[in-house]
């Protein structure tokens, strides 16, 4: 991972083979907010939420990752990245949805911005979802 940071801005760069979520919390954000994220991905999976659970898609080869958003947030002592995908497979077929697991192939580009004075909390709700609580 190669990084810099000024104030509330972090631009971080994902090199191939890392692990999109795990080197997300490897930051050590408790609160901020995924803007923008370029690259390639592979051994994707992404998720849908049907109601009551995901329903998964993997896709193992490499895909153009277009648009890449989501927070970062605290449950109790673990830290929750909730992020989303746009990519584009071979061909331009455009799939999205939940990140649930992904791998760097090549380079990922990530923009985000850290919050001050803002606290992101996420609690258990009825639809079996951790709702994000901002304070």
């Known amino acids: 991972m190669i990084k810099a940071e000024h ?7 994902l090199k191939d083979g890392e692990e999109l979520i795990s080197s997300f919390k490897e930051l050590s954000l408790d609160s901020g907010v995924l803007l923008n994220g370029v690259g390639m991905l592979r051994d994707l999976e992404l998720g849908y939420w049907n ?6 898609k993997r ?3 490499p895909v153009e990752l277009l648009s890449l958003q989501g927070n970062f947030a605290r449950k109790d002592e673990e830290r929750i990245v909730h992020c989303h995908a746009a ?6 077929a455009t799939l999205g949805g939940h990140v649930i ?5 090549n ?8 919050l001050a004075g ?3 909390e996420r609690k258990m709700e009825e639809t079996g979802l951790a709702g994000l609580y901002p304070r």
């Open 59 to 61: 896709i193992t080869e």
């Open 101 to 105: 697991k992904a791998t760097v192939h």
């Open 107 to 114: 380079t990922a580009e990530i923009f985000i911005y850290k």
């Open 7 to 13: 104030e509330c801005e972090l631009m971080v760069r």
């Open 87 to 92: 990519v584009a497979q071979h061909g331009g």
């Open 51 to 56: 109601g009551s659970s995901y329903e998964v």
């Open 118 to 120: 803002i606290t992101l």
